[in-house]
Structure formats: structure tokens, C-alpha cells
């Protein structure tokens, strides 16, 4: 987000925040392609591009989308870790909306009020976790736990317990349609994520929430509204977890109450923390929170393509993000470029 | 930091001044509120105010308790500790398996998993301190590290039937009216009363509250930061590790999905106790008021005994919406006043 | 809802038998009809039943038992979460003279005499009846057959023990070969992601599917749909359990058959309840009525399906 | 010269494309007091922390009672004997005072801290600089002059051979800097070398016995006061001579008075501030001077809501307004620049640029975003005009100097042309140079019709750039006096006898 000074082209590339992430991306991608040549590989076929790197873009939708929502609550020194049951929340809304008006006909009217109704309800969640933080003065974690353990509870109340199945082709082309031969969810992320972009970099929110992050009085005190703009942070988060229970549940044409969006709020976090986001508060990275996510997504879909046993896939995950995020930190760079540097010395 | 406390009873006039404190206050409300939910829950619910209702609490919350100590630690410096509830899973299954597949006595076992999970959270430390990693991230690598190697140990959950576990397993100590303590939750006291000891009343403790305060002044003020910090995260580790052990007496069993989910009762309890996650401000004795705040909810809902699933889960989040609320609210006006 | 259930409480009689009872959670339609069904059973005015519901977690299942004992109910009923780690507080509970019966799954403990009788399925039958159906239904088939196994949660019972069975069965038989294997965590997105990931590594050499629940089985029919692949005609598809969704699947020629995995134990836990409270012999194991269903029969049991 | 303690040489110490010690050097005797002098960003601060640890050098040598040392963390400076106040606070906010003055080297009893002890032991250091205060709590409930005190004692507190103080008396009234020289003549007369930054020349000559002189990194010399008026001082310094006459040139009285632009009535607070009647017109400087506590930063939060009056009625411009939040203020045509630079001024993650535009932006709203490149030309003008050592407008705040800091908050109060500027300390941390500017800065703004309210802790600022300059004494209005009077006045109404 920060605008750096113009030195040299390469050096700004070296210095940029995005580079390393980037560069973990591709080092898995890559590793991927060594392993199985498959695996980067794309297809055209009937009017539609197929392959792993699609299936990945795809399945990691929602993942972005919620963690774009978490980088902003993040940003602004808060966390969200509702964000799972929100999913749940609004896949269930959807799915219980339709299945209460397609029975009464067919047509799109079904489509757009499950999309409305879900989304309410999610930002409704967003909003209640924004009061509880910024009026009643409750720490982040908790406030959102409180929903975080409720949510869940009200999803199965709302479904009932059952696994609320969708029969309706409009709602699904949500989760699995494609459009000028990509899928749909793509569509949805990059919508979201120029919006942002957009709101972030063309006014002047995105130098508020940094103020906010980096020092909330001092952005106080100089004028900013930090409470409003933290209230529709969290506003904003359920939002995107709402927008990615649309895709989940269209995806698998049900809405899973107990289950969808499970240990996501674990998932976002991480990407948002890999992807370069200071978890203090402050400075905050879009595109690294889309990598970080991206990267993740491809970790698990690495996991499946190498056939890993079952038993062995955390400590696989555990090092690869390990590995990730050793080579994000300076320190270790360093400590690396020592050791090949020594025998070069000792020779000089 | 319970000495704290008491010193200020000692100092000036008793209850008075440590109700008008902003520092006590809080912890003052959530002993408060504590108190009230039980005995509400004693006026709905018959025989809810037995004296062993309330030591279960201990003897269910036990190894929680030992975890959230550990995490009060970790939390007090502004950092946290997510693989806590791992560690207890894959000390739990390391314990089982040594002692049930590779015949060793449970106490060299034990004491394998103690040095084990002390060395796993000093590692996390070490990387966070020396690589400016943030806590989050490294821990939940721990996480999935440590559960994955629990599932490597064993997927399947191992019974254990040695008979000096069993033996401590069992028994249970007397502390009047008919009522009893386990082991465990014995062993949770003492830890809870050594966090407290070491939290308030030595140079390591301090030190903790001067880095969750501002790192660079401590590290200004010549305060061991670097080495505070590894030190921490091997005092996470090894809490995990022994809530683990105890975790085997509770269950005489080790299985890699055990205490799932852990990890976030050990940060909300320590929360709710009053100690803030921006790190600096807390106390131990409040954590041992969280914990028993969260099993208390448990308690209650049990109680009542018609709750369906769903219900459950909104019964909870209200119970605790309810306490923290009330909690934000007294403590706001105490802190007023 | 949680409502009714207070009601009948409250108008229990004095006499009335308190059963305290611990259920999993609601992770499943499966566990959600297993639910309904022990509480309608228990619903009766001669019993006072105390329901408390683990969130799938051991601890708050022995807290919950710890509690019944504290109030001092009649019978403890519970569906255990794993099987081990239930030694210390049966025996609190034998102490207490209060009788337990285990419901849907067995516990693994030191002294039979602990629990007074066990109502539920056995996962490593279920999963061997999976592989029965296949071996059958690949009568007079070449080689190699080739497998793929959607399990459920890594170490759960469900998961190991089905796994267990299916292997058992497979194994004595040379054409069957399980060529990829990973866990699904029992849902069905997690069973569309990681079938489309095998359909990916495969193309189109998969000739049979086993998931260890139909909810997985269901999520892979839609990503085998989404490849091109016809499910049930060029991958074959077992899975267990036997809900609502797995029948239509039948009925639609996308599954070919599911093992039943019964919950509506709750008429028959009630009578065990009785008996045990009024002191009666039962057996050690009441196993319930399951069955194997394939597609021929799906469309005349649709309509009996309560879940 | 057997009596050198510490000796610096040709220090080097570059961030990035700064370079913020260029050859710099120092020699500290046993039983002196030093002074360190130079403008804002000379590197004084920058020096400090080579030879306590803090950042190691990238060329140079430092001895230490002859032998070299290399401290690698301020722990080590310690042991050596080296005990620094560094210039922002550096304390732990949410410790106690008593535990902040013993943090890291706690008396004990079987091996627990000895909390008995602590707190007596606080008491008595306190008690050496004339503080009676409530050592149990917290540090950050106190202002930053006492937590500036308690910093200066806790260093007091090490039986040191070298003490550091850096900058310690820019944030305290005359009594406090009275007590702190009266500690370090009798340490001096003990032997121990005390080295001393202040931007205030008047203290140089009353306490040290040597000066040293830096200017953009490098050593310009090493004198005795005797040796080294004023203006040889300054032009050392600053490189050029500067003109030291007050910037104000005629008399209050003569000049036409604007229309109210603000009139507080019975403003009051409970527990903070008695009722109080405030009133600033257009194109004058009110001066507002008191004790350390006496209410002023009470009074500027109350007249920028935020903090909220729960007595009285505040006027802006003609209308009554009800401030509350601060951009109520600000939009209003207010601007506080707070007295706390580091808690609620400066936001040191964000650039230069970001920090001076905040203010302005914050009052425009966040959807008319300022075009970038009046940012720009916004943050260079008046990075120009204050004369901000930066290596860019886009180098984040955290790495400027503490006065360099206080001049971007200036600027960015300054950027939003207010109606009515209060400025709470402005000049704190300033050097001398720089404070000619910013109080000429201040007055042209008042000849072109802005209203000034401009506390400040200096009689001599307040008589020089007030046209009326009021007091606050015990958190409530003691009087109003004209400006231009006779300093001691001011200070009999400050100290409350006399008048
Ligand atoms: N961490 C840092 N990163 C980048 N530049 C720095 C850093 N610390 C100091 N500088 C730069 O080094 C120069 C010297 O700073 P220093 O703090 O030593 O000045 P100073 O003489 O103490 O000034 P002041 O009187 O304002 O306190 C300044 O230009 C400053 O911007
Ligand atoms: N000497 C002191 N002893 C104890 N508390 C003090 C002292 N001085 C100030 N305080 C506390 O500091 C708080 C802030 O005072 P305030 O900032 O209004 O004073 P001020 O006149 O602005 O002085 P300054 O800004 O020079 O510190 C008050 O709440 C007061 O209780
Ligand atoms: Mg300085
Ligand atoms: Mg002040």
C-alpha cells in the first residue's frame, strides 16, 4: 500500500513487500510442475479452461474473500475470528431462502433474494461484532468469539440440524458456472478485490486505516472517524465471509450448517499474516492477503495432487509454512547470506 | 500477579481501595460476576451448590487451567500461543505409546514429555524472537506440526493401563464433606499458584509485563527481552506438555484429536480473566477466573439439561456475551468512580 | 427445538426415571436424526430426560457425565466421542451405583462390568459390508480394479475402523487395488475438492469410489458430474451411513449403494433404560437393524427415510 | 589526560541513505558535565545510542576508561556503568512508577522481588528530585514531564560512572529543571561524567562545563563555555549566524483586535479543570502559561472536544458548538497539535507526506481524496519552510529525529489553515534555530488572521509571542496579563504570590 520513493527499477523489485510471497507462490507452483508436469498445465475445452491452476484459483475464492475482509479488521487492530460461522450463517440463509420460494415457482426472483437475504445477514453479523468492539469497548477476539460460538448455533437452528440441499441450477451457477470460460467465483474476487483497491487507493481510506492501525489516538486526535471506519471494517469482513458462504454452498449445492467454513478463521489469518500484514496493526498488504490465500489453497491442493498419506498432511503443512515464512523473514536471508558468504571471505 | 493485589489489601485499607484501583477493578468485577452466575445457578438448579459441583470445575478444567497459565505468559508479552491444545494431543499419544507400546515406566515417560514439549515451545520462541516471526503464524505451524506428529505416533487413540497411572488416575483427595480432588486438578492449582508467584514476584515475571507494555523501552531499560521471550514460549511448551500428562490421568488415554479446539479455550479464558491480548496487563489469578468462568457455563448448561445442539451453542455464546458485557460495563463505571 | 424438550421435563412425574444423556454433537444429519430420535423415544412421561450436547468433544462429555452423577440421575446414556479415556469416570459413575448404556459406538475399557449394555453399529462390519457389495458387484470383473477412498476425520473411529473393515475384505482379493486415499473430514466440500484433485492426478483411471460417509460421496458425484464422468456408471460409488440425500443419489443412478448406518436407536435405547433401571438382565451388545441398499431398492425406500 | 572516562572517535553511522554520524566524536571526563549540543537531526541522539548499545557503529572506536568497548545491547552499556535517559520516554506505560524505576535490577528476598523494598526505594529516588507522588500507579496515568522525571530518576538510580541525559528537560517547567541541576552538580562533585542534550542555551551555560558541538553528523568541536558566547554557539550549530532578537515587533496594544473566533463561558470538567472563561480573537496569540499540572493541556482538550465539558458553553465563530470527536473540531476550523508528539501526534509508520496531510484529509472527508501530487507539493513546502532534516517526504515519521517529529506535526496542523491553532508545547524538543522560525511562523500567521492559543511552559516565549498571555494556576483561571509584560509577572502569577 505504501508508496515508495523511485530509486532503481530492480531495487524497488527487491524491496517490494510483495516479492517474497510472490516468490513462495511460485516455488510451490513450480515444485508442483517438477514433480507431476501435469500439474501447471491448462486445457481449453468445451469453451472452458481446465486445469489445476484453475481448480485452485477457484477453490481458493472464498478463502480471499474472507481474508480481504480480515486484512482490513486487521489492519485497524482488530481480528474477526467469526468469520467461519458468519460463512455458515449466510450459506444457510441462502439455502433457506430458496428452498422456501422455489417451491413457489421457478425464475431468478429465488436467485437474488437468497443473495440479498444471505448478505444481510452477514453484514448484520459483521455489524454486531463491529458494536460489541467499538461501543461496548470488548477485546477483538473476544467479541467475535462470542458470535464465533454462537453462529454455529443459529445456523442449525435455522436449517435445523439438516444439511439444507439445494435443487435449484440458478444458485448454483454461483459456485460452478463459468463465464468466457473461467469460473464464476473468479469473477466475484476480482470484482471485490478491485473495489477495494479502488476505495483504498483512490481515497483516502486506505491512509485512515493505516493511521488507525499504526496509532489510533494520534489518528483520533487529528480528526479521522477511527470508530465508524473500525465499525464498517467489521461490517465489511462479514460481508466477504457472507460473499464466500454464497460460493461454498452453491459450490456443493447445499449449505452445511456445522461444517462449512470450518477453522477458515485459522486459514485467513494465516494467509493475511503471510501475505505481509503486520497482525499489530498498521500496515497492510490486498494483494499479499490474495497471495497468501492463493498460497495456501495451493499447499492443500499439493498435498492431494502428491497423493500424501492422510496421517502425514499436517506436518507437510506445518512445513511448508514453516518454509514460507522463514524465507519472508530478513533475518533468516541474512543469516543464510552469511553462511554462503563465509567461505567467499575466507578465500578474499 | 495475585501478590500484587494482596499487597495493595495490605498496604491501604483493605477492600476498599482495591475496588476504587482501575488495575483490580476488573478483576474485582469478574470474581463478582463469577459468583453471581453460580449462584444463579444454585436458585435455578437443584443441588448446582454442592461442594464437589464446584471442585468438578477443577478436576474438568484441570489441564485448561495448566494451558491457560502458560498462555497468560505468552499473551502478557502481546504475543500468543496456538499450538497449546496440539502439544497436549501429541503429548498425550507420546506418553500412551511409550508407556504402552515401548513398556516404559509412565514417570521416565512423563519426563520425556515435559523436556519434549518444553524444547518444541522454546524452538517456536527462539524463531519468533530471532527471526521476527509473528507469533501467530509460527504457532500455528507448531500446531499443525505438533498434531500431525501425534497422528504420526498413532491415529488410532491408545488406552492406557499401566497401574501407576491408573493408580494416580484414580485417586482422589479428600477435602472435606465427602467431597475430592483429583490429582490433576491439584496439580493445576499448584501451577496456577507457581504462575501467579512467578508472574508477580520475580525479575522473569516483570520482565514479561515490561515487553507486553513497549519491547523497545524494556529493551532499552536492559531487560533480557530476547532471552524473556524464548523463555516464555518454553513456558507455553512446557505447560502444554504437563497439561497433557495430566490430560492422561484424566482420560488414561492418548489420541491425536484430543483437546481440539484447546487452544481457544485457554485464549478466551485468559481473556476473560482480564488480561489484555495487546499484552501488559494481566493477571494470573484472573486467568483461573476465566477458566472457571467458561467451565461454570458448561456447568450450567448441563444443569439445565434441556438445550438441543443448536441451542447449546447460542446458550454459550449468550452466557458469554452476558458475563463480558456485564464485565466491560461495571468495570468501565468501577474504573470511574 | 430445544423448547419442546423442556416442556416434557418439567411435566415429568415423580416417579419418572431421570436419564442423563450425553450426545457427540450435531455434526451431521446422521447425528441430528440420532438426536431426534432418543429424544422422542425419551420424550415419554416415565422418563425425565437430562440432554447435554458435547460440541464432539471428550472433555465436555465427561464433564457432562461428572455433572449427571453430581445430580444424581437414574441412568446415564451416552454416545461416546472416541473410544478410550472412559475408565476413571464409569467407575465414578459404578461408584454412584448409577448404570450407564452406551449408545451408538463401544468403548475400549479396562472392566466390562463398567457399562451395562451397548446399543449401536459396529464401523469395521460396516465397512467390510461396503466391501462385500463391491466384491459381489464386481463379479466376473478383470483386474485391476482400481480404488479411490474418500475418508472421513484422520484418527476418528468412524474413519479407522471403516477403513479397517474395507481393507480386510479388499485385500483377500487381488483384483482390488486402492491407488489414492485421503481424508474428506466427513463433509461434502472437503469430498468435492479432494475427488476433483484425484480426478485430476487419475484422468479417468478410477473404476470405484469408496467414501466413508454418503455426505462425501455426495460432493465427489458432484465434482465426478463437473469432469465429464457419468458417477455410478463409469466411477462406481460406495459410501455408509444411509441418509436421505445418498437415497435420491441412488435413485439417480449417481450412487450404487450405501451401507446403512441406523441412528434411529431411540426406541430401542428406551427399553434398554427400562430394563436396566429396573434392574433386568440385558444383553452386553444390542446391535441395530441395518441393511445394505443398492439402487434397485432406492425409489421403494425413499419414502421411509426420516433423515 | 588520566581523567577521560569516555572517548569517542570518528563514530559513522548511516540508516539507509542517511547518514546520520559522519566522524562525530566525544571525549567525557570524570566529574563534568557535557554538553551535546546541535540542531534537530544533527545526530546527537544517534551518538547516544552507539555508545549505550542501542545500534552498533559502522566505523569508530569507543573507550571506556581506556579499554574499548563495543556494547551490543543497552544491558551491556549498563554493566559498564553507562546509565542513559534516552529522549522519548522509555519506560513501560503500563508499569508501575516504582517498578519502572527498579525494572531489571530488583532487590529480592529468596529470590522474589522484594516489593517492600521497591517501593521505598522509589520513594527515595523520587524524594532526590523533589516528586511525591503515588509510586503504585501506572507510569502512563502520569503526564509526560513526571514520567520524564521518573526516567531521569530511575538513571539517578544506578550507581553509574557515566550518566546520559538526553534531552531530559524539554518537557519541564523551571522548578523541575531547578531539581534536576541541583542532582547533577552534587554526581559531578561525586566524579561521575554526565553527559547532557538540551535545545535550551540558557541551561547549557548555567550547569556545563564543556561543550560539544555537532552539525549534520560531524564534529565541529569541543569548547568551554567561557570560550563560546552565544552566537559563536549558535553559529557552530547551525553553520550560518542566526538572528536571536524576538520576533515580535510591536506592541500588543496597538494592534486592531479581529472578531472572536472562539469564547468559552464557565468551561469546565469535574475532577479536571475549574470553569473557565476563554476567549481568542482572530489575529492574536494568546499566551497560556502554568505549572506542570496547573490544567493547560486539560483546558486545550476541552476547547477541541476531546475531552468532553460537562460544564459551560463553547462558542466557535459566533455559533455554539458541541465538539464531539475532534473532527467536529476540525471541521470547524480548529487544530490542537497535542503535547504528547509520540502517543497522540506523530504516526510513525506513515511517511512524511502522510503524516502532514492527515489533519486535512481527515477534514475533507475520506471520499475527496487530495490528488497526489498537492500532497506532495503540500509535504515539500512545508518540509521547506520548517526546515524538516528528512531524506524525503516519503520517509516514514519513526525515522526522524524527536524534534524533526514535532515540526511535521506543526505542519500538519498548519496545512489545514485553521481558524484557531492551539498549540500545546510546540517548541518542545525544537532547536533554537528552528524555534526563531516556528515562532515567527506563528506570528505571521496571526498577522494574517488566524487565532493563536499557544501554551508553553517558557515564560520568555509567552512574553515574546503573546498579545495577552494568561495563567492557570491549580486547574483554574488565576488571571490574564498583557503581552509583552515584564517576565516576572508572569511567573509571580504562575507560582501564585506576588499579585
Ligand atoms: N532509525 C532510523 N532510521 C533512519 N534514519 C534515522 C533513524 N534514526 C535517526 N535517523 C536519522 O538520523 C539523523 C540524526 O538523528 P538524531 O535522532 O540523532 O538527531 P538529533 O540530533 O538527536 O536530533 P533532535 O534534536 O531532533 O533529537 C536524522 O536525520 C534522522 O532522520
Ligand atoms: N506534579 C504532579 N503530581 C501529580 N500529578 C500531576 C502532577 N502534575 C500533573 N499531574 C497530573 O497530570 C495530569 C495532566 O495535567 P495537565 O497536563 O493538564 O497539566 P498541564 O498544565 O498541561 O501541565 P503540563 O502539560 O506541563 O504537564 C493531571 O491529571 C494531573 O493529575
Ligand atoms: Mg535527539
Ligand atoms: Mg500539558
Known sequence: MTGEPPPSLARRAFAHPLLWPLLA???????????????????????????????????????????????????????DISVGAVLAIAATVAAWTITRMTTGGGGLAPLFAAIGAALAAAALCGLWNGLLVVKVGMQPIIATLILMVAGRGVAQLISDGQILTIYYEPYRFLGTGFLLGLPFSLFVVVAVFATLKLLLDRTALGLFVRAIGYNPVAAHVAGVRARAITLSLYVFSGFCAGLAGLLVSANVASADANNAGQLLELDAILAVAIGGTALAGGRFSLAGSLVGALIIQTLTTTIYAIGVPPQVNLVVKALLVLAVLLLQSPQFRGQVRALVRRPQRGTA | MSAVPLRGLAQAGGLGRLWRDPR????????????AMSIAGGVLYDGFLRPQVFLNLFIDNGFVLIVAVGMTFVILTGGIDLSVGAVVA??????????????????????????????????????????????????????????????????DSIGIDHAFHVAVASLRIPVGGGASLSVGAAIALLVMAGGALLAGMTRFGRAVYAIGGNEQSAHLMGLPVDATLVRVYALSGFCSALAGVVYTFYMLSGYSLHASGLELDAIAAVVIGGTLLAGGSGYVLGTLFGVLVLGLIQTLIVFDGTLSSWWTRIAIGALLLAFCLMQRLLAKRGGAG | SGGDGGADTAAAGEGAITVGFSQVGAESEWRTANTRSVREALAAPEFDLRFSDAQQKQENQIKALRSFIAQGVDVIAFSPVVETGWDTVLREAKAAGIPVVLTDRAVNVSDESLYATLVGSDFVEEGRRAARWLVEDSEGEAGPIRIVELQGTVGSAPAND???????????????????????????????????????????????????NDDMAIGAIQAIEEAGLKPGTDIRIVSIDGVRGAFEAMKAGKLNATVECNPLLGPQL?????????????????????????????????????? | ??????????????????????????????????????????????????????????????????????????????????????????????????????????????????????????????????????????????????????????????????????????????????????????????????????????????????????????????YLPADLPRAALVKAMVGREVELTGARGASADALPKGEVVLEARGLGRRGSLQPVDVRVHAGEVLGLGGLLGSGRTELARLLFGLDRADKGELQVAGETADLHHP??????????????????????????????????????????????????????????LLGIRTTGIEAPAAA????????????????????????????????????????????????????????????????????????????????????????????????????
Open chain 3, 270 to 307: 428406551a427399553q434398554l433404560v427400562r430394563d436396566v433401571h429396573a434392574g433386568r438382565e440385558v444383553p452386553k451388545r444390542v446391535m441395530v437393524e441395518e441393511g445394505v441398499f443398492t439402487q434397485d431398492q432406492a425409489e421403494a425406500e425413499l419414502p421411509n427415510r426420516k433423515y
Open chain 1, 25 to 79: 507462490l511460485a516455488l510451490l507452483l513450480l515444485g508442483n510442475g517438477l514433480f507431476n508436469p501435469g500439474f501447471l498445465s491448462l486445457e481449453w475445452r468445451d469453451g472452458r479452461l481446465y486445469g489445476n491452476l484453475v481448480d485452485i484459483a477457484n477453490r481458493a475464492a472464498p478463502l480471499i474473500l474472507v481474508s480481504l475482509g480480515m486484512t482490513l479488521v486487521i489492519a485497524v487492530r482488530g481480528l
Open chain 2, 24 to 35: 483490580y477493578v476488573s478483576l474485582a468485577v469478574t470474581v463478582s460476576l463469577f459468583l
Open chain 4, 327 to 384: 473532527a467536529d473540531a476540525v471541521a470547524r476550523g480548529l487544530a490542537l497539535c497535542p503535547e504528547e508528539r509520540k502517543t497522540e501526534g506523530i504516526v510513525a509508520g506513515l511517511s512524511v507526506r502522510e503524516n502532514i496531510v492527515l489533519a486535512l484529509q481527515a477534514r475533507r472527508g475520506w471520499r475527496r481524496s487530495l490528488p497526489r501530487a498537492r500532497q506532495e507539493e503540500m509535504a515539500t513546502r512545508y518540509v521547506e
Open chain 2, 90 to 155: 501429541f503429548s498425550t499419544v507420546l506418553l500412551a505409546s511409550l508407556v504402552q507400546h515401548h513398556g516404559w515406566h509412565p514417570l521416565a515417560a512423563i519426563a520425556a514429555v515435559l523436556v519434549l514439549g518444553t524444547a518444541f515451545g522454546a524452538t517456536m520462541g527462539a524463531m519468533i524472537q530471532r527471526y521476527r516471526l509473528q507469533p501467530f503464524v509460527v504457532t500455528l505451524a507448531g500446531m499443525f506440526l505438533a498434531r500431525g506428529t501425534a497422528t504420526l505416533v498413532s491415529v
Open chain 4, 400 to 499: 526522524l529525529s524527536g524534534g524533526n517529529q514535532q515540526k511535521v506535526l506543526l505542519a500538519r496542523w498548519l496545512a489545514t489553515d485553521p481558524k484557531l491553532l492551539i498549540l500545546d508545547e510546540p517548541t518542545r524538543g525544537i532547536d533554537i534555530a528552528a524555534k526563531q522560525e516556528i515562532m515567527a511562523e506563528v506570528v505571521r500567521l496571526a498577522r494574517q488572521g488566524m487565532a493563536v492559543l499557544f501554551i508553553s511552559a517558557e515564560i520568555e516565549e509567552l512574553t515574546r509571542l503573546g498579545d495577552r498571555i494568561a495563567v492557570l494556576r491549580e486547574r483554574r483561571m488565576a488571571g490574564e496579563l498583557p503581552g509583552g509584560c515584564d517576565g516576572r509577572q508572569v511567573l509571580d502569577m504562575i507560582a501564585g504570590h506576588g499579585g
Open chain 4, 1 to 222: 589526560m588520566s581523567d577521560v572516562i569516555l572517548h569517542a572517535e570518528r563514530l559513522c553511522k548511516r540508516f539507509g541513505a542517511t547518514r546520520a554520524l559522519d566522524g562525530a566524536g566525544l571525549t567525557l571526563r570524570a566529574g563534568e558535565v557535557h554538553a551535546l549540543m546541535g540542531q534537530n537531526g544533527a545526530g546527537k541522539s544517534t551518538l547516544i545510542k552507539l555508545l549505550t548499545g542501542v545500534e552498533t557503529p559502522d566505523a569508530g572506536t569507543v573507550t571506556l576508561a581506556g579499554r574499548a568497548i563495543a556494547p551490543a545491547s543497552p544491558l551491556e552499556a549498563q554493566h559498564a556503568g553507562i546509565s542513559t535517559v534516552y529522549q522519548e520516554v522509555n519506560l513501560c506505560p503500563n508499569l508501575s512508577v516504582a517498578e519502572n524505576l527498579f525494572a531489571g535490577r530488583y532487590p529480592r528476598r529468596f529470590g522474589l522481588v522484594d516489593w517492600a523494598r521497591v517501593r521505598a526505594g522509589a520513594r527515595e529516588l523520587l524524594a532526590e528530585l523533589q516528586l511525591e507522588i503515588d509510586v503504585d500507579r501506572p507510569l502512563s496515568s502520569y503526564p509526560v514531564a513526571i514520567q520524564q522525571m521518573v526516567a531521569i530518576a530511575r538513571a539517578l538510580g544506578v550507581s553509574a560512572r557515566v550518566l546520559i541525559l538526553d534531552e531530559p528537560t524539554s518537557s519541564l517547567d523551571e522548578d523541575e529543571v531547578r531539581q534536576l541541576f541541583a542532582v547533577m552538580g552534587r554526581l559531578r562533585d561525586r566524579g561521575m561524567a554526565i553527559l547532557f542534550v538540551t535545545h535550551f542555551l540558557d541551561q547549557v551555560y548555567a550547569v556545563s562545563d564543556r561543550i560539544t558541538v555537532l552539525r549534520n553528523g560531524g564534529l565541529v568541536g569541543e
Open chain 3, 162 to 212: 471403516r477403513m479397517r473393515g474395507f481393507k480386510e475384505v479388499i485385500d483377500a482379493d487381488a483384483r482390488f487395488q486402492i491407488v489414492r486415499s485421503q481424508s474428506g473430514d466427513f463433509t461434502r466440500a472437503r469430498g468435492k475438492e479432494v475427488m476433483e484433485a484425484f480426478l485430476r492426478a487419475e484422468g479417468r483411471n478410477i473404476d470405484v469410489l469408496f467414501a466413508h
